[in-house]
């Protein structure tokens, strides 16, 4: 039901519909000339089947619906039919309007425009012919059923009735039906002919059908007007005029088809007929007039649409007679050359020729020639050639010219076809000259091309790779269909060729591309590198269509490369062979390589050894290999260059393989690539243990010198032999009284040095230092800042390497002068003191000298007694011995020298001293003399008496043995008075003698026996003693050039004289 | 106890000396044995030993010294000292010494001691 209700037609068009309908009945009604016998016309059939044709089946209940209304309706306002016989013949009307609207629709197909003559007749036969006999059919058995008319009355009348306003009313309905929404415009004549035509139709109606016609058919000739002019519609209202005209007449009774009654049903019978034959002959004439308007009007299209496409191709279309003449330019063609067909005609010439003169001069006459030549012989025509356009351009085309002949071969036409190619003659010109640029270029270039086919078939070299195989292979130009992999075997040295010849193999069975390495032969023999790199080029189907192939010259590239190895080799031995610890970094600080020395330095073999699980390698290593005491600082300084990019430098330890900790300097950078950002680090470190270990010992010595200098215990100076001071310490300062700003402003030792010691500078001191670089040290004097002298020790030394500049000690004298001269006085007591002993010393050494000459003397002498005694022994025994007596003799002999020997030995030794002697003073020696033996002489009671001249000269002589004599001979002269019971008194006496000082010793003693034998060694007069004192004295007196004798004294005792000679001259 | 030669040992540092007084002994009919020093003596051994003759200065063990070891060994044994210095005094005070001579000392006197200090032990052993 829903779908019933969604699909309900407008209310509007139901309710027109249910008025039409009404209407239709009411029309009927007029109609129905012969009461009871039913009606004439029934146009509610049309209208009905019309709007059901029009109608969706879906909307068909409410179409019959309304229907039944309409019907109802009009039953109760004419009809007055019982409602059963009603509805019974609605039923009948129903399945009529169904009937036919089913049938016409399913014959013609929707949508039914009622506009073919095909259409007009499934209308007419089955629309108007076989749908009303359902209704007929009902309507007459339910007449008949109540009894009202026989069936066989009813059913032509209710069939005819039904046919003829199916006839009359469904194509009108159809007409407004579908027109409604569209207005046709008529023209103005139209109009009048519509009016004229309406009058007349009018005119002739109303004649006919009022019967002053003989007939009512007279009426057709308008009707038929009316349908070929005007067609469905004009037909359509004219058979509604018709109708009307008939009613109006019919009613008013002057209609020839009202007559008698016993005519009626004959009459009724005819004016049905002569409606349905109008209706029926209307339809068909407008139908034709339709189609044949349709075709027309198909045709006219058509030819417009042709014409139009022959104006629109981008082309020139033309036509010529058989003979030549054009005929037709399209509209192109017109606009290009500027000229139409017409334009053409110009006097003295024929219109081709006059075509041809736009044709370019250089093109004219082949173009001339080649068109004449088709016309003549009948073949079709192409060329290509300038043609002049309308501005007076020259525009490349291309012309193509067919015949077209009739069924008997004749030309009747030719048709040109010419189009403008002047873009794509420029296009194929630039394509030309960019093809020949390219291969130019490709000849050009320095690089060798070729090219293949898929399977490395024949071959296309660029002009380079040709000259190189001409001036390599002897009979290129003679090789057939070379391939590549043969040809490169020619020139590819033997060794690399293989290899390549594999390679190019494999690519053309594998279809991949490929990069190659070779050394080939260049024309001077030389062989140089190469490479080829090999590339397919696939379709679009991914079809392999080409190889190509690129040979560059390589040969300074893998010259270069190779040197760049070598370098790397060198560089990469060097960094070995330095003294240095290398190492590289990652930019986060991972160490990638140690130089063999580092890992030497270390017992590693690789970096790698240093990795722990847990800790980043850096750490690893600073944590093994670095003293503690060092490691997290080194480890804190290299994050921080490492955060930074800051180059660091630090001195640690590191760990020997031998577990010795050793100095290094060690020094980290960055290496960076053009972009500023760090590629790796790289780090040295240089031993410096013993370099460390050197500082450490200047250091101490440098700060043992520095407290020597800063002490101010001495005074140091840098000097330079200008003069200057170029430093001085405060102690030196403090000594000289000068300040530190007179250093400053220039102080110079040479003139605080006194003038008498300037000299000596210059001679002494400057000469020494330049000698031997050191200056002993010495005293000297300097000037104090306020003129007075301060006396001091000053020793020096050059600095090394420079002779003009060295450092000074000087030490202040002041003191130590003031302590040595209370030295010096206290040394003079010591002096006396030590001399007095050496006095006493010498005194006592004679006695001894004596005892040991006395014991070189004995021995031999004991030895000799012996032997004496054995001797006599032996010559004295009975028998005498001889031979043992003369052994002892020759023993006797022997030691008797051996005895001599000791003599000459001993005065040898005086002699000798006494060439040694130097000038003395002889009071000084005698005073010292006397000295000594003052004690003794008290002690013995014996005065000394002295008598010895002050100026008595100089004498070389042997102090100290000088003062023996002396003493020895004082000693004598005591010994000898020890018995003296008188005055006990020794006289030393010393004058100048001519060249001689002469001094004497008088004793009063017992005096002397034999005053030439007491000098006798072993001579003595004595208790004790051997007898040798005055033996040595005569001895030390004569090796003195000097002479001692002895005298007697008078009146008692001796005197003992010497005399030493005096010396001519001094010595200086 | 009976046999031929009495035996004189004579100790010196000078060869001259030793030589001859082992000749002026022989000379005289004794049986002369020379060292040269005292240590040469000792090691030698003093039995058989009748007589000792020795110098007081020699370099190593002196006289004196020479002559108190002696002593304790052979305190029978008679000594001569001999010396070239005034050490006369000293050696007179030295126990068990039976003479001392000085250099150049007479060689007759010398032999007379030998003899009277061979008869007394003669006599007395």
Known sequence: ?1068 | MTKGRPVVAVVDDDPRLLESLADLLESAGYAARSFSSARSLLVSGLSGMDVLITDIGMPGMNGFELCDLVKKVRPDLPVFLITGRYQIAEADRTQGVSGCFRKPFDAQVMLAAIGDVLRKSKNGG
Not at chain 1, 449 to 473: E, L, M
Not at chain 1, 762 to 784: D, H, I, N, P, V
Not at chain 1, 891 to 912: C, E, G, L, P, W
């Open chain 1, 1 to 1068: 039901m829903m779908s019933v209700w969604s699909r309900r037609p407008h209310f509007l068009h139901l309710g027109l519909f249910i008025a039409a309908y009404v209407l239709g009945c009411g029309f009927a009604q007029a109609l129905a000339i012969v009461p009871g016998t039913g009606i004439s016309i029934w146009p509610p059939s049309g209208l009905f089947m019309a709007t059901l044709i029009l109608a969706s089946r879906h909307s068909w209940p409410w179409w019959v619906l309304g229907g039944c209304l309409a019907e109802l309706f009009s039953n109760a306002l004419w009809f007055h039919n019982p409602l059963s016989v009603a509805l019974l013949i609605y039923t009948g009307n129903v399945l009529e309007a169904v009937a036919g609207a089913w049938l016409v629709t399913w014959a013609c197909r929707r949508p039914f425009r009622l506009e073919t003559l095909q259409e007009v007749l499934t209308l007419v036969v089955l629309g108007a012919g076989i749908a009303p006999v359902a209704s007929a059919t009902v309507g007459s058995a339910t007449l008949a059923w109540f009894g009202m008319q026989t069936f066989a009355a009813a059913w032509p009348l209710f069939w005819l009735g039904d046919a003829t306003g199916v006839l009359i009313v469904a194509p009108l309905a159809l007409a407004v039906l579908q027109n409604c929404g569209g207005r046709t415009q008529l023209s103005a004549a139209r109009w009048m002919e519509a009016c004229v035509l309406g009058l007349i139709f009018l005119g002739v109606a109303a004649l006919s059908l009022s019967g002053h016609l003989p007939s009512a058919y007279i009426v057709m000739p308008p009707l038929l007007w009316a349908a070929v002019r005007f067609e469905f519609k004009g037909a359509a209202v004219a058979l509604t005029l018709l109708a009307l005209i008939t009613v109006v007449f019919t009613i008013s009774g002057t209609s020839q088809f009202v007559g008698d009654p016993e005519f009626q049903k004959q009459m009724q019978f005819a004016l049905q007929l002569f409606l349905a034959i109008s209706a029926f002959s209307v339809l068909t004439v407008a139908a034709v007039s339709r189609q044949h308007q349709q075709a027309l009007l198909t045709l006219r299209d058509s030819e417009r649409e042709l014409s139009q496409l022959v104006d629109m191709v981008p082309s020139h279309v033309w036509r010529l007679r058989p003979d030549g003449e054009p005929i037709f330019f399209n509209k192109r063609m017109t606009d290009f050359i500027g000229l139409d067909v017409a334009d053409l005609d110009k006097p003295g010439m024929s219109r081709l020729e006059a075509v041809i003169e736009t044709v370019h001069p250089d093109d004219a006459a082949g173009f001339g020639d080649a068109l004449r030549r088709s016309l003549a012989i009948g073949e079709s025509f192409a060329l290509r050639y300038r043609l002049r356009r309308a501005d007076g351009v020259y525009r490349w085309m291309s012309s193509r010219a067919e015949p077209l002949r009739d069924q008997d071969g004749r030309i009747v036409q030719w048709f040109g076809l010419c189009h403008d190619i002047d873009n794509q003659v420029h296009a194929e010109e630039a394509l030309r000259r960019s093809e020949q640029q390219l291969q130019q270029m490709i000849d050009a270039v320095p690089v060798r091309i070729w090219s293949a086919t898929p399977t490395g078939g024949p071959v296309y070299f660029n002009k380079r790779y040709q000259d190189h195989f001409r001036s390599v292979i002897a009979n290129f130009e003679a090789i057939e269909e070379p391939r590549i992999e043969e040809l490169l075997q020619e020139l590819i040295h033997p060794e690399d060729a293989p290899e390549v010849q594999r390679t190019l193999q494999n690519c053309f069975e594998t279809g991949g591309g490929s990069s190659m390495r070779f050394r080939w032969r260049e024309k001077d023999g030389v062989y140089r590198w190469a490479e080829c790199r090999v590339e397919p080029w696939r379709d679009q189907a991914g079809a392999i269509a080409q190889w190509y192939g690129v040979s560059l010259d390589i040969d300074e590239e893998v010259r270069a490369q190779e040197a760049l190895r070598e370098r790397e080799r060198e560089l990469s031995q060097i960094v070995n062979m330095v003294p240095v610890h290398i190492r590289r970094l990652t930019p986060d600080g991972e160490p990638t390589f140690f130089n063999k020395r580092l890992l030497d330095f270390f017992g590693l073999s690789d970096v790698a050894q240093l990795d722990k699980h847990g800790m980043s390698r850096l750490a690893a290593a600073i944590k093994t290999l670095v003293h503690p005491e060092d490691a997290t600082r080194l480890l804190e300084t290299v994050r921080h260059s490492l955060a930074t990019g800051e180059p660091y430098a630090m001195k640690y330890r590191m760990l020997r393989a031998d577990g010795v900790y050793r100095w290094v300097d060690g020094r980290g950078e960055p290496l960076r690539d053009q972009s500023g950002a760090i590629v790796h680090w790289y780090a040295i470190s240089i031993d410096i243990d013993d370099q460390m270990r050197l500082y450490r010992d200047l250091e101490e010595r440098e700060a043992k010198i520095r407290r020597l200098v800063d002490s101010d215990i001495i005074g140091i100076v840098i000097w330079d032999l200008d003069g200057r001071v170029i430093d001085a310490n405060d102690a030196f300062l403090r000594m000289v009284q000068y300040g530190r700003e007179d250093v400053e402003a220039g102080l110079r030792w040479f003139d605080m040095t006194p003038p008498e010691w300037q000299d000596v500078h210059a001679r002494e001191e400057a000469e020494e230092l330049k000698a031997t670089g050191k200056m002993q040290a010495r005293e000297k004097e300097y000037f104090r800042k306020d003129g007075s002298r301060v006396p001091v020790l000053i020793g020096a030394a050059c600095f090394e390497g420079q002779s003009r500049q060295g450092v000074a000690y000087i030490l202040d004298l002041t003191e130590r002068k003031r302590a040595e001269a209370a030295q010096m006085r206290a040394e003079e007591a010591l002096r006396q003191a030590a001399d007095e002993l050496a006095k006493a010393t010498q005194a006592t050494s004679l006695a001894e000298l004596s005892a040991s000459i006395a014991h070189e003397v004995n021995q031999p002498l004991a030895a000799i007694v012996a032997n004496s005694h054995a001797c006599h022994r032996w010559l004295s025994a009975e028998p005498p011995n001889l031979e043992r007596a003369k052994t002892t003799a020759e023993r006797i002999i022997r030691d008797a020298n051996s005895a001599a020997d000791v003599v000459s030995r001993i005065r040898a030794v005086f002699k000798q001293s006494t060439q040694t002697g130097s000038c003395t003073a002889l009071n000084s020696a005698m005073a010292e003399a006397l000295d000594l033996t003052a004690e003794e002489a008290a002690r013995r009671r014996v005065r000394i008496d002295t008598g010895i001249e002050d100026d008595l000269p100089l004498v070389a002589l042997d102090r100290v043995q000088v003062q023996q004599v002396l003493i020895n001979l004082m000693r004598n002269g005591m010994d000898a008075m020890d018995s003296v019971q008188g005055d006990r008194v020794l006289l030393v006496r010393a004058r100048r003698m001519g060249d001689v000082v002469q001094t004497e010793i008088s004793d009063r003693g017992a005096g002397i026996e034999f005053p030439d034998k007491i000098f006798e060694p072993f001579f003595t007069t004595k208790g004790t003693g051997m007898g040798m004192g005055l033996a040595i004295c005569r001895s030390i007196v004569e090796s003195h050039g000097g002479r001692l004798w002895a005298e007697k004294n008078e009146p008692q005792g001796a005197t003992f004289v010497f005399t030493l000679p005096v010396e001519v001259k001094a010595v200086p």
